[in-house]
């Protein structure tokens, strides 16, 4: 074999030994990555089972809230009914006038 012959061998080896070099860089490469990204949905799957418990949580304290407020919703409903309104108004309207009919009932009674 001729020097030439040599050195394309030579040159074939060292492709053969750098290509090895790079696929394992790339191997190397994509099983961090594969760990990272393993580590990164079990973040994503805790970060929603946590968002999950914090909408329950929400869910419960709106249930809570309904049921701890119907004694005054039905109180509100009573008060802003308009006939309790209307009674009010003529309660306030009698109170202004007592004084106006105890004048006229001693003054009849007079000889």
């Excluded at 949905?41 to 909408?55: E, P, Q």
């Excluded at 007592?98 to 009674?109: K, S, Y």
């Amino acid at each position: 074999m001729t020097p030439l012959a040599w050195v394309g061998i030579g040159m074939l080896v060292l492709a053969g030994v750098l290509i090895l070099i790079a696929v394992s860089a790339v191997v190397l490469a994509a099983l961090r990555l594969h760990r990272v990204l393993a580590e990164t949905r079990a973040l994503v799957l805790t970060y929603r089972l946590a968002i999950g418990i914090s909408g329950l949580e929400l869910q419960l304290a709106a249930i809570e809230r309904h049921e701890l407020l119907r004694p005054w919703r039905r109180v509100r409903r009573w008060v802003m009914h308009p006939l309790t309104i209307a009674l009010f108004e003529s309660w306030r309207r009698r109170r202004g006038r007592p004084h106006q009919a105890r004048l006229e009932t001693t003054t009849v009674g007079l000889p």
